[in-house]
C-alpha cells in the first residue's frame, strides 16, 4: 500500500488453533502501524484468545453459531443484516481476509473498504470479496502466509506469535492450582481431537506416562494436567488412565472445564504441553511454553507449531498427504499408529533437557 492504512480489519473468525496462528499479522500491522485502529472479526467462542491482546483495539464477535439458523428465522437474518451493516459503518480502509472462505470474503466485501487483501490458497469463492490476491511459495508454513499478508500491505513482517491470557482466566487458574494442590510445575496433555484421524492410540497415552514417570520427577514434575474441549470428556477419561499413573505423579483431569481463556492460563503455566494436531500446540509457542507434538495426517512443515517443528512426532512422514487426509479416521489413524511410545518418549526427554540448560 502506498497510503498508511487509518482503519484495519483482520477477518479470521475461527477456529481456535488458526486464530493464535494469525496473531504475527496483527503484530506487524501493530509495529508498522502504530496509530492506525486495528479491529478483528473473531467467532464470539474465540473472542478470548484475542480479547485482551495489547495491539489489537476492538474485536468484532461473530456469532456463527447463532447466524447458522439465518436461513430460517427471519428475526437472525434480521440480526446478521444488522451486524453486516455495523461491520460496514466502521468504514475500514483495509481489510484483510486471513481465513479465505465464503463468509470471511462475504465479510470483507461488504465493508466496502477500497483495500481488500486474500491469500491464494483462498477458497469457496472468497476471493471475490477481495480486490487483491497475495501469493505465497508452495508449501509456506500457515504463519509465513499470514506474514506475507502483512509483507503485500506495506507492513514489516513480524514473527511475533505473543499472546495475552485475559486476566480473570489467570486469577481462576491460581486459585484452582491452589485448591488442587499444585505447587510445583506441571506438565499439560492435550490427548482428545475432534477429528478421529488425529487421534493417538489411547493405551500409547498410558504407556508413555509410564516411560517418562522418572524423567518428570527428575525434572520437579509431579503434577500432570489433562485438558480438553467440552463433549471430549470421553476422550480424555480414556486417555489420561488415572487409576495406573506412575506415583509421585498425580493426575488432574480439566477436559470440559476450562474456557478458551482458562485453558490459556492453564497452558501459559505448564513446564511442558504435550499434543495432538490441535489449538494447544500453537497456544503453547504463543505462550512461550515448550511444545512436543504428534502429526499424522498433517504436515508439521507447514500446520505445526511455528518454528518448532523439530519437536513434532511425524506419522505421516513418507505418505504423499492430502488436504483433506485427517478427516479419515482409516488413513488418518493408520498415520497416527506410526508414532510409537519411544519416539514421542524421546523427544519429551529432550525438550524437558534442553529447558533445563536454558
Request: proline residues 6%.
Amino acid at each position: 500500500m502506498r497510503t498508511v492504512p487509518r482503519r484495519i480489519l483482520i477477518v479470521r473468525p475461527s477456529a481456535f488453533g488458526d486464530v493464535c496462528r494469525t496473531v504475527p499479522l496483527l503484530w506487524s500491522l501493530r509495529k508498522s502501524f502504530p496509530e492506525a485502529v486495528i479491529d478483528w472479526v473473531v467467532e464470539d467462542v474465540w473472542a478470548p484468545a484475542v480479547a485482551e491482546h495489547p495491539a489489537i483495539d476492538r474485536v468484532v464477535s461473530f456469532p456463527k453459531r447463532t447466524f447458522r439458523s439465518i436461513w430460517r428465522s427471519p428475526r437472525v437474518a434480521l440480526q446478521a443484516a444488522r451486524w453486516l451493516w455495523a461491520l460496514r459503518a466502521r468504514k475500514y480502509d483495509l481489510v484483510i481476509d486471513a481465513q479465505g472462505l465464503a463468509r470471511s470474503g462475504l465479510m470483507s466485501w461488504i465493508t466496502g473498504a477500497p483495500v481488500r487483501v486474500v491469500g491464494d490458497s483462498c477458497r469457496e469463492f472468497s476471493w471475490l470479496g477481495a480486490n487483491r490476491r497475495v501469493s505465497s511459495p508452495r508449501g509456506s508454513h500457515v504463519v509465513d502466509s499470514m506474514l506475507q499478508l502483512a509483507a503485500a500491505v506495506g507492513a514489516n513482517p513480524a514473527a511475533d506469535m505473543r499472546l495475552a491470557v485475559p486476566s480473570a482466566d489467570v486469577e481462576w487458574w491460581n486459585g484452582e492450582r491452589k485448591w488442587r494442590g499444585i505447587d510445583g510445575p506441571l506438565v499439560v496433555f492435550a490427548t482428545a481431537n475432534g477429528w478421529a484421524g488425529k487421534r493417538w492410540i489411547p493405551t500409547r497415552w498410558q504407556q508413555l506416562l509410564q516411560i517418562i514417570a522418572p524423567d518428570l520427577s527428575r525434572h520437579g514434575i509431579h503434577d500432570v494436567v489433562w485438558i480438553g474441549a467440552p463433549g471430549e470428556e470421553d476422550q480424555v477419561a480414556w486417555n489420561q488412565g488415572c487409576e495406573s499413573l506412575p506415583t509421585p505423579l498425580r493426575s488432574h483431569n480439566l477436559s470440559g472445564l476450562t474456557s478458551v481463556g482458562g485453558t490459556m492460563a492453564v497452558v501459559k503455566s505448564a513446564s511442558l504441553v504435550v499434543a495432538l494436531d490441535s489449538a494447544p500446540a500453537h497456544l503453547a509457542i504463543g505462550l512461550g511454553v515448550p511444545v512436543v507434538a504428534l502429526y499424522g495426517a498433517t504436515d508439521p512443515n507447514t500446520d505445526g507449531p511455528y518454528q518448532a517443528q523439530e519437536w513434532c512426532a511425524h506419522g505421516g512422514r513418507g505418505f504423499k498427504l492430502d488436504r483433506h487426509d485427517y478427516r479419515s479416521a482409516t488413513k488418518g489413524g493408520e498415520m497416527m499408529a506410526r508414532i510409537s511410545v519411544e519416539e514421542v518418549a524421546t523427544l519429551i526427554r529432550k525438550r524437558l533437557l534442553l529447558g533445563a540448560e536454558s
